[in-house]
């Protein structure tokens, strides 16, 4: 059975930063498309930013270039997602999903076609 846990969310102050994880079971982020989406209160659910973690093009939403990075632990079958900058229009609760039921990564990423998904974790941004 896969499961993909999503773990680092808080509560911080606008300007600074948070680190989320995701971490895979039942499943390898070798060569697979990913992503971060997030979801905020009485809004749909928009990508963040996906990517093969085989090698190939990054998407980031143009509200997150520059302050976002997504990347990948293969030893320990983890994806990342670095948050610098963070602005109170950042607060949603953030999941990961992997394995694209799309023909490619970067479809999959804007129809949020995904198979798997967390649970998602809270990030919340104050001023």
């Known amino acids: 059975q896969v499961q993909l846990v999503e773990s680092g969310g808080d509560s911080v102050q606008a300007g600074g930063s948070l680190r989320l994880s995701c971490t895979a079971s039942g499943f390898r982020f070798r060569s697979q498309c990913v992503g971060w989406f997030r979801q905020a209160p009485g809004k749909q659910r928009e990508g963040v930013v996906g990517f093969n973690t085989g090698g190939g093009s990054t998407y980031y939403a143009d509200s997150v270039k520059g302050r976002f990075t997504i990347s990948h632990d293969a030893t320990k079958n983890q994806l990342f997602l670095q948050m610098n900058s963070l602005k109170p229009e950042d607060t949603a609760m953030y999941y990961c999903?992997?394995?694209?039921?799309?023909?490619?990564?970067?479809?999959?990423?804007?129809?949020?076609?995904?198979?798997?998904w967390g649970q998602g974790t809270p990030v919340t941004v104050s001023l």
């Open positions: 999903a992997a394995e694209r039921t799309s023909p490619a990564c970067a479809t999959a990423f804007l129809d949020r076609a995904f198979r798997y």
